[in-house]
């Protein structure tokens, strides 16, 4: 392919499925723009990379949060998420039992409760924007009662959030935006800060403290590494919860049926949820590079290539999901890659799975139906994530 196609265009990130598709079948592994990357879209060369770190690096993420113009240190690139083993195995085994489905469980009746208590505001304001009222508050709440933060920050955790993703992505010629997401990292960063300094006078019930404690027990980690790790929680908590959240909304506004089939049998919510995973990947995708010349999918790739590993094309591949464009909650068969795989299989998936299995719950229970505002979506641009901009919706009650 000689002219290669932005990813980021709108006309791409508004509907990426058709490129995807045209990707799979006729090139699958092709470079794209932004930086000339190399785009992995089927699903089995997706799983390959995910499963052979030593070949496909996790630094390749850094330069993408790391821009040269960026003259200070985004956090988040010295987080785990951007590390290789043995580093990524230190630092990774000190939150496993925290992130468990074990661990989690004992957020449920918290997180329940701000579920409904977040339906009965929407009910009473009746029409709201679902993005801003529940997409967001949701998750804040829940990585705020793990990270011993302060909920009512929760707009400044997405201002902070967004900067943190979004220093990779900002056009050269916006000064005035790299100038706010300058600042709002140096915000970031204060708060945080001021979070572990508190925490190592005042010890709490909470992940910052089980990190410094896991430090004074002699895990090695260094201050860099432990903001990076609390970033990363904060970011990787918030961001792809958000846009799950909005896109159950979305697909149950549009799809009146669902709706009527999960109110009648709310068992079904949890499968509800995993093909929403599937169908729209709130995880777009992840960058590795290679630590030596390598082949996928029958294509030579150069040491040092920058690889886009494409969760959303994956989770459509029409070899490994029959009917891989239809939304069927009843899908068995191979799992969904929304999560990732391998060494760096997300921390935080049976929290997320637990947070919509809530939010929807409650909202199934207290609503008769939602309404959403006519017209087209306007989706978010982000380096890796994708979801609803805004969501208007009218909410009628049961
Ligand atoms: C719908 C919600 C979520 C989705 C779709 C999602 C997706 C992902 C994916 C695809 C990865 C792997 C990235 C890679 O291989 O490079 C990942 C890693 C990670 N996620 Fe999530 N995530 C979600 C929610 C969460 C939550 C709620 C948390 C924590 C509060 C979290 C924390 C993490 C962390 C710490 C990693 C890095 C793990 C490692 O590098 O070993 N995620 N996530």
Redesign the pocket.
């Known amino acids: 392919m000689t002219h290669k196609p932005n990813i980021y265009s709108p006309e791409i990130w508004n509907d990426p499925h058709p490129f995807y598709a045209s990707l799979r079948r006729e090139a699958p592994i092709s470079q794209i723009e932004p930086s000339g990357m190399w785009a992995v879209t089927r699903y089995e060369d997706v799983l390959y990379v995910?499963k052979n770190p030593q070949l496909f690096s996790?630094e390749g993420?850094r330069p993408a949060v790391q821009p040269a113009w960026l003259q200070q240190r985004n956090p988040v690139a010295d987080?785990?998420?951007m590390?290789d083993p043995p580093a990524?195995t230190r630092l990774?085994a000190l939150?496993t039992r925290t992130?468990s489905a074990s661990g989690v469980a004992r957020l449920e009746p918290y997180i329940r409760e701000s579920a409904q208590s977040i339906v009965d505001d929407m009910l009473a304001r009746r029409r709201v924007d679902f993005m801003e009222s529940m997409a967001l508050v949701l998750?804040s709440r829940?990585?705020s009662a793990?990270l011993g933060l302060d909920p009512s920050l929760a707009p400044r955790f997405k201002t902070w959030a967004d900067a943190v993703t979004g220093v990779g992505i900002v056009p050269a010629e916006d000064m005035k935006r790299r100038a706010e997401l300058t600042g709002y990292l140096d915000e970031l960063k204060h708060h945080l800060t001021s979070v572990l300094e508190l925490r190592q006078r005042e010890p709490g019930n909470d992940v910052v403290t089980d990190l410094l404690q896991a430090r004074a027990q002699g895990g090695s980690m260094s201050d860099d590494e432990l903001l990076g790790y609390c970033v990363?929680?904060l970011v990787?908590?918030l961001e792809?919860?958000y846009?799950?959240l909005g896109l159950c909304a979305l697909t149950l506004t549009d799809n009146p049926d669902i709706w009527a089939r999960l109110k009648k049998d709310r068992t079904l919510v949890p499968k509800f949820v995993e093909e929403v995973?599937r169908f729209h990947?709130?995880?777009q995708s992840?960058?590795?590079t290679t630590t030596q010349e390598a082949e996928l999918g029958g294509v030579r790739l150069p040491k040092g290539a920058t690889v886009l590993?494409q969760?959303v094309s994956a989770s459509r591949d029409e070899s490994v999901y029959p009917n891989a464009h239809h939304f069927d909650m009843e899908r068995t068969g191979a799992p969904s890659?929304?999560?990732?795989?391998?060494?760096?299989?997300?921390?935080?998936?049976p929290?997320?799975r637990l947070?919509?299995r809530l939010a929807l719950e409650a909202l199934l229970e207290k609503c008769d139906r939602m309404v959403r505002e006519p017209g087209p979506v306007t989706w978010n641009v982000a380096i890796t994530t994708r979801g609803p901009a805004v969501l208007p919706l009218e909410l009628i009650p049961a």
């Open positions: 995910l996790s993420f987080s785990l998420l590390m990524h990774r939150i992130f998750p829940a990585i793990l990363l929680l990787a908590g792809t919860t846009d799950l995973l990947s709130p995880s992840t960058i590795r590993v969760f890659l929304a999560f990732g795989q391998g060494i760096h299989f997300c921390v935080g998936a929290l997320a947070e919509a």
